[in-house]
T-cell receptor, first 112, second 113 residues
């Protein structure tokens, strides 16, 4: 079983649509959770951290369910510029807090 | 301010050769980590160095090694290259050992032929 699992997609949506990505992780000791965005042939960039209480940044909302070991990202009012791969990321737990564990990534293509 | 810089940006090597990749962290950052990203997959953790000491190692063979210098820059070395080592190698830096805000460099794209 992969440590972080995501549906690779691709998700093809029209501009203005709402799209949700989900992710599950296997290490219950993981303490930090993130969504990164990666454009084609570029480096990953931090989109947002994910907190147990849920957090929002403009059109983006992230949620964490520790009991189910489940993380989600909701994008509202999709823009063409949102087209990218979204990576679900957790840290390696209390024994390896500096290690990031990435999911495979979910590809989003927003169409005009 | 300069971000995380990596060199070279692209590299082509032959099977069996050795390669050295370099990374300069953001000024003031003491932690450097290396990741390998194969096409279609998420990055995989290789090493983390903090204050010039290895603080974490991923599931990679001993052909992979790294070190961190007194100025916190880092090198990743790969010996006896295999075709499967072809990937994007990413360096990430952060202020501290714990991951609160890693910044990635643009990577070195290694092709082994």
């Amino acid at each position: 079983r992969k440590e972080v699992e995501q549906d690779p997609g691709p998700f093809n949506v029209p501009e203005g649509a709402t799209v949700a990505f989900n992710c599950t992780y296997s290490n219950s000791a993981s303490q930090s959770f993130f969504w990164y965005r990666q454009d084609c042939r570029k480096e990953p960039k931090l989109l947002m951290s994910v907190y147990s209480s849920g957090n929002e940044d403009g059109r983006f909302t992230a949620q964490l369910n520790r009991a189910s070991q489940y993380i989600s990202l909701l994008i509202r009012d999709s823009k063409l510029s949102d087209s990218a791969t979204y990576l679900c990321v957790v840290n390696g737990g209390s024994s390896n807090t500096g290690k990031l564990i990435f999911g495979q990534g979910t590809t989003l293509q927003v169409k005009p | 301010d300069a971000g995380v810089t990596q060199s070279p940006t692209h590299l082509i090597k032959t099977r069996g050769q050795h390669v050295t990749l370099r990374c300069s962290p953001i000024s003031g950052h003491k932690s450097v980590s290396w990741y390998q990203q194969v096409l279609g997959q998420g990055p995989q953790f290789i090493f983390q160095y903090y204050e010039k000491e290895e603080r974490g190692r991923g599931n990679f063979p001993d052909r992979f090694s790294a070190r961190q210098f007194p100025n916190y820059s880092s090198e990743l070395n790969v010996n006896a290259l295999l075709l499967g080592d072809s990937a994007l190698y990413l360096c990430a830096s952060s202020l501290a050992y714990e991951n609160y805000g890693y910044t990635f460099g643009s990577g070195t794209r290694l092709t082994v032929v």
